[in-house]
C-alpha cells in the first residue's frame, strides 16, 4: 500500500487540473491511500531564501502559514503527484510557492520515493512543457526519485475541454502508481 499525495495547483476549481486529477485518484489500485491537497485553498506565503529553515529547531520556517500543514502530509507521503495548468511554460504561482519552500532541511526527512506530474494547457505548441519538464527531470535526479510518469494535456483552452484521452492517460498514470 503506498500514500499518495497530489498537490494540485489551479486556481480554477473543477478546471481542466481537477478534473485529470479526479481521474488519476479514480484510477489509484485499491488499498493505496490518496490525498488531494488544492494549494490555492491554503494561505502559502513564498521562501525569501533567508535559510533560517537551516538553524531553527526543527526546520520551521519563519513564516507562519498553511504551509506546515503541507510538511505533514508530505512527511507521511510516499508518492507525490504534482498537477497544474501551465502559465507561460511554467507551474501556478500557488503551487511554486509550495515547490520553492521545500527549500528547507526538512526536505531530506520525507519518505517520498516516487515524484509524478499532471500538467495541462491551452497551446498546443510542442515546447509547451520543455521547461516544467526539465525542472522535474532535475528534482528527480536531485532526490534520487523514481519517476512515477506524466501526463501532458495540450489544447485544454476552456473550462472542461481536457479530452476524453487525457482524461484516460490520467486514470492509467494512476492505476500505474504501485
Do not use: W
Not at 497530489?6 to 476549481?13: F, I, Q, T
Amino acid at each position: 500500500m503506498s500514500r499518495i499525495l497530489v498537490l494540485s495547483g489551479s486556481p480554477r476549481r473543477d478546471g481542466n487540473t481537477d478534473r485529470l486529477v479526479d481521474s488519476f485518484v479514480k484510477g489509484v489500485s485499491p488499498g493505496n491511500e490518496v490525498e488531494v491537497i488544492h494549494v490555492c485553498d491554503y494561505s502559502i506565503h513564498p521562501c525569501i531564501g533567508c535559510n533560517t529553515c537551516f538553524s531553527r529547531e526543527g526546520n520551521k520556517c519563519f513564516r507562519d502559514d498553511d504551509m506546515t500543514l503541507v510538511y505533514d502530509r508530505l512527511g507521511k507521503a510516499d508518492i507525490v503527484i504534482i498537477a497544474s495548468p501551465v502559465y507561460f511554460y511554467g507551474i501556478s504561482a500557488q503551487l511554486k510557492a509550495v515547490v520553492d519552500r521545500l527549500h528547507t532541511p526538512m526536505r531530506n526527512s520525507f519518505p517520498i520515493q516516487k515524484l509524478g506530474l499532471i500538467l495541462v494547457g491551452a497551446a498546443e505548441l510542442p515546447e509547451l512543457f520543455d521547461s516544467i519538464l526539465t525542472q522535474y527531470r532535475l528534482i528527480l535526479k536531485f532526490f534520487s526519485l523514481e519517476d512515477g510518469g506524466t501526463v501532458l494535456a495540450r489544447g485544454a483552452r476552456e473550462k472542461g475541454s481536457v479530452t476524453d484521452d487525457d482524461l484516460k492517460k490520467a486514470y492509467q498514470l494512476g492505476q500505474s502508481i504501485q
